[in-house]
């Protein structure tokens, strides 16, 4: 059965850093574009990072320049750098198989993802 597993959240402080990791076995997601969603209590689960099968990436405003998403045969990543408690919320992985899907808009499509992560908390707090 396919499975996406994350790893790497917790509690860090404002300024800090955090690696996100995201595995998965069964299957290979060579050709998925991948991504990294958050919901945090009473939002809407929003795109934070997104990556294609050539590595092309595409992030929410509210991350640029702090988040970086990566990616291999084995996971997808995603180091987040400088965080705010506005960062605070439950994070996922998901993949997606759609052609014709552009890399701008990978992140605002999380109804089409095909497998998605029970997700990690990272609660950024002094």
């Known amino acids: 059965q396919s499975q996406l597993v994350e790893s790497g959240g917790g509690l860090v402080q404002p300024g800090g850093s955090l690696r996100l990791s995201c595995g998965w076995s069964g299957f290979s997601l060579d050709y998925y574009a991948l991504g990294w969603f958050r919901q945090a209590p009473g939002k809407e689960r929003e795109g934070v990072a997104c990556?294609?099968?050539?590595?092309s990436t595409t992030y929410a405003n509210s991350v640029k320049g702090r988040f970086t998403i990566s990616r291999d045969s084995a996971g997808v990543y995603l180091q987040m750098n400088s965080l705010k408690p506005e960062d605070t919320a439950v994070y996922s992985c998901?993949?997606?198989?759609?052609?014709?899907?552009?890399?701008?808009?990978?992140?605002?499509?999380?109804?089409?993802?095909?497998?998605w992560g029970q997700g990690t908390q990272v609660t950024v707090s002094s």
């Open positions: 998901a993949a997606l198989n759609r052609r014709g899907v552009t890399v701008q808009a990978l992140c605002n499509r999380m109804d089409d993802y095909d497998y």
């Open positions: 990556i294609s099968s050539t590595h």
